[in-house]
């Protein structure tokens, strides 16, 4: 169900309130299909030609992402991210979805395959990320986050990380002489799990202080275990004071 309301969010005009996508049918056989049209809910009238221009705009960059042709992309920040929500899940459990938008716009089937190729359009740099990377500042530093995908960048080897701090995702180049060992170390079973790791490197900053991307990276696991309350308790802490004097003393501090 959220790749239905996902895909009906994005097919909403930000700046209409007003018109909303109702519920038509649904069809819990499989296929799950989903029959949704706009509404002005102000007139209980349909709204298709209000949201005529934001469908066909959305259509072509679905229709871009799947068979890979970049292309200027002038969506907000947040249907951006829709996009990105749906593509994922096309690479990690659904395993095909059919949009179709009306319109007289050809339908578009998104699969596995499809929703890599438009997940890495999406994560390319911009020109804008591009330009600033020019005057960034950099610095030899480290992240740590989740394994998400093992790649190129630039045309060179590279990991891609989900920063545990940001949750942004961060291409990591990793330089000639770890490769061998990185190949060695990283499985398929590390991305699927999401494996957490550390990546040491060049880090490369803009001028507002956003990280860009990582060269020259050294890849480590990050190891947890679960702890026991036996081995965070220190009998010591209070210096043999209770709990009610230990606090009393810090307040009179």
């Known amino acids: 169900m959220h790749q239905v309301w996902d895909f009906f969010d ?16 649904a069809s819990f056989n499989s296929p799950f299909v989903v029959t949704a049209q706009p509404v002005d809910m102000r007139t ?34 947040k249907k951006m991210k829709t996009i990105e929500q749906l593509l994922e899940r096309n690479t990690n459990g659904i395993d095909k979805t059919l949009y179709d938008f009306g319109h007289g716009i050809e339908p578009i089937v998104m699969d596995q395959n499809h929703a890599e190729v438009g997940l890495k359009l999406l994560s ?31 045309n060179k080897p590279a990991v891609h990380v989900k920063e545990f701090n940001t949750g942004k995702k961060i291409w990591c180049q990793v330089d000639q002489q ?6 060695e170390k990283i499985r398929a079973k590390d991305v699927w799990k999401r494996r957490d790791i550390c990546v040491q490197g060049m880090l490369y900053f803009d001028d507002v202080g956003k990280l860009i991307r990582i060269i020259d990276g050294n890849v480590t696991y990050l190891n947890r275990r679960q702890v026991s309350i036996q081995e965070l308790h220190d009998p010591e ?14 307040r009179e501090d």
């Open 10 to 25: 994005l097919l909403s005009d930000e700046n209409n309130q007003h018109v909303k996508w109702v519920l038509e049918n």
């Open 44 to 77: 209980n009238t349909p709204a298709n030609e209000s949201v005529s221009p934001i469908v066909r705009d959305i259509a072509i960059v679905m229709q871009n992402l799947s068979l890979n042709q970049p292309d200027q992309i002038n969506l907000s920040n």
């Open 124 to 154: 390319a740099p911009n020109e804008l990320d591009q330009l600033l990377a020019t005057f960034a500042v950099q610095g030899y530093g480290s992240i740590n986050g989740s394994l998400i995908q093992v790649g190129t960048h630039h």
């Open 178 to 183: 770890t490769l061998e060992e990185v190949e």
């Open 237 to 250: 802490f209070s210096e043999g004071l209770s709990s009610e004097e230990y606090i009393n003393r810090l």
